[in-house]
């Protein structure tokens, strides 16, 4: 195989506008927990889970796995609200109840799980307890990487953690194995809400070049 050394035209370049763009999308991300309804096609989401399924993991090792909620939206959260009745009360049941009339509203569900057969079980001489640190990682970028698609198809979601108070009950209703752990829910529509302007720290205070802050 030759090498060739690309000059000119042809010369090694920052894809500026690429960056730009994705950027953007970044950018405009926000927790949208109130959602409308509206037409989003199965590509659109299959290309949406697309971004997650290309993700990094340690070792190609793909520890993550997606339940979607189409036509089982608004039964998937019936079912949640019911469930929550019977283990919350008072003050704690009415907040919790009140948020999900915006999940509820929206197009599709997305629950995030974490395949333990992948996580818990490392490569022969791996310590098991980094390499379940490598999977948490996979898993962040993961759902990072679905929510910019998400924003970058002019959809809102919020990233919930109901999850962990029906872990059990969901697992029924979603049909999935017992090797299987709850990691999030995405609820995702159209945003029915004006979010707050985002804000983060100085560049200077997260950022630094070459060395960090301690003398």
Not at 80 to 103: D, F, M, P
């Amino acid at each position: 195989m030759s090498t060739e050394i690309l000059t000119g035209e042809n010369a090694l370049q920052v894809d500026q506008a690429g960056l730009d763009s994705y950027l953007n999308h970044v950018l405009k991300r926000r927790s949208i927990r109130k959602l409308t309804a509206g037409p989003v096609s199965d590509e659109t989401i299959r290309a949406i889970a697309e971004a997650g399924r290309w993700s990094a993991s340690s070792g190609n090792s793909q520890p993550a796995r997606i339940v979607i909620l189409k036509e089982r939206n608004t039964d998937f959260w019936n079912f949640v609200e019911q469930t929550l009745s019977t283990k919350l009360q008072g003050e704690q049941l009415e907040r919790a109840i009140a948020r999900l009339a915006g999940y509820r509203s929206g197009v599709f569900t997305i629950v995030v799980y974490e395949d333990t057969t992948i996580s818990h079980n490392p490569p022969a001489g791996f310590n098991p307890e980094l390499w379940k640190n490598f999977a948490a990682q996979a898993l962040g970028i993961f759902q990072a990487n679905l929510w910019n698609a998400i924003s970058a198809a002019g959809l809102g979601a919020s990233n919930q953690h109901i999850n962990f108070q029906i872990e059990e009950e969901l697992r029924s209703f979603l049909h999935v194995p017992e090797t299987w752990q709850s990691y999030c829910i995405l609820p995702v529509g159209f945003p029915a809400e004006t979010p707050a302007e985002g804000s983060r720290h100085p560049h200077e205070k997260v950022v630094f070049y070459e060395n960090g802050p301690a003398e």
